[in-house]
Nanobody, 117 residues
Framework: QVQLVESGGGLVQAGGSLRLSCAAS????????LGWFRQAPEKEREFVAA????????HYADSVKGRFTISRDNAKNTVYLQMNSLKPDDTGVYYC??????????WGKGTLVTVSS
């Protein structure tokens, strides 16, 4: 099993920035895809951003496009989510997701991001 541990969440004012990190228990070069999802209170979990193993492709939800940047550092076995110009609607628990061979999905336990107005 792949263990994913998120960090970097916290309380920030609207317009501020946070950088989330997700450390993997295995070499991320062996993980086909990495991404971030989030879940706001009383809402379903939604896709935020994803990056392929070789960084050839990134994909973002329309709601965060232009504000968030996903990146991965295979040498550090870590994927990042740089979040700028944060809005109150960005509040939620952010989960790291990894896709391995055979389409197997792995999930972190989440880190809470709260954006105040």
């Amino acid at each position: 099993q792949v263990q994913l541990v998120e960090s970097g969440g916290g309380l920030v004012q609207a317009g501020g920035s946070l950088r989330l990190s997700c450390a993997a228990s295995t070499r991320t070069i062996n993980i086909l895809g990495l991404g971030w999802f989030r879940q706001a209170p009383e809402k379903e979990r939604e896709f935020v951003a994803a990056v392929s193993r070789n960084d050839a492709h990134t994909h973002y939800a329309d709601s965060v496009k232009g504000r968030f940047t996903i990146s991965r550092d295979n040498a550090k076995n870590t994927v990042y989510l740089q979040m700028n110009s944060l809005k109150p609607d960005d509040t939620g628990v952010y989960y790291c997701n990894a896709v391995g061979y055979h389409g197997i999905n792995y999930w972190g336990k989440g880190t809470l991001v709260t954006v105040s107005s």
